[in-house]
């Protein structure tokens, strides 16, 4: 999650099976927000569709924009060998700029 176009690293924490917060730093900026994943938490899907909201500051003033609302569209894979795989759009208001983000985020987990 988050406008980091160029790479991020991320922490995600489901706070419960429905329910994910993120927070990540990258090249551009950083960011936090929450998903929420529709299934959720449900043994017989590995894949779950998302939507979230985030807020995002640009470490480079010179973009037009301080703080950055985004607003996520997605699809997360939760593998059983801890491997996570996420592949999202979202738009991107600049002051000089409107585009659409595509992100593909591939993660481990730490916790069973």
Do not use: C
Request: charged share 15%; hydrophobic share 45%; glycine share 12%.
């Amino acid at each position: 999650m988050g406008p980091n176009v160029v790479g991020s690293f991320s922490y995600d924490y489901f706070l419960t099976p429905n329910l994910n917060a993120e927070t990540g730093i990258g090249f551009i900026g950083i960011h936090a927000g929450l998903k929420v994943h529709l299934w959720g938490g449900r043994d017989d899907k590995s894949w779950t569709p998302y939507f979230g909201a985030a807020i995002t500051r640009s470490l480079f003033p010179s973009v037009g924009v301080d703080y950055l609302p985004y607003f996520p569209i997605g699809i997360h894979f939760a593998g059983k060998n801890r491997l996570n795989l996420s592949f999202e759009v979202a738009p991107l208001q600049l002051k000089f700029l409107a585009w659409n983000i595509a992100e593909l985020k591939l993660g481990i987990g730490f916790r069973e």
